[in-house]
């Protein structure tokens, strides 16, 4: 599934459009917005994944960014310009999952921040 979702978006991250290259190769990775096994028991399927630069991953499991309802990915805390998530139509995501990804965000966002 990883290599399907990174395929169909090109290699490039659908929240901030980056394209990396290393070693002469794109790169990118596949993201589960609802995470596999316990405690969360996200399924690995197409409409369980994003395809992102390591730096959205990072923010996207760190649940400081999320994709809101209008299909805009905004930051936990308020801190970001918020951008549209970048969708192929062969690409189909599982409201589900981005709702209970958003849901995680919220705890998060109850928690002070660290210095």
């Known amino acids: 599934m990883a290599r399907k979702v990174k395929e169909l978006e090109g290699d490039q991250c659908q ?16 993201a589960h917005i609802r995470g596999l096994g316990r405690p969360h028991h996200g399924p690995d399927e197409l409409q ?25 990915v905004r930051g936990t805390r308020g801190s970001r310009e918020p951008r549209p998530l970048r969708r192929d139509p062969r690409h189909p995501m599982d409201e589900a999952h981005l709702g209970y990804h958003r849901n995680l965000c919220n705890l998060n966002a109850r928690k002070p921040a660290a210095d």
């Open 15 to 30: 929240i901030c459009g980056t394209a990396l290259r290393y070693l002469n190769r794109p790169y990118s990775e596949a």
């Open 48 to 72: 369980n994944l994003l395809c992102l630069c390591a730096n959205c991953h990072v923010l996207f499991d760190g649940l400081e960014i999320y994709v809101a309802p209008d299909g805009l």
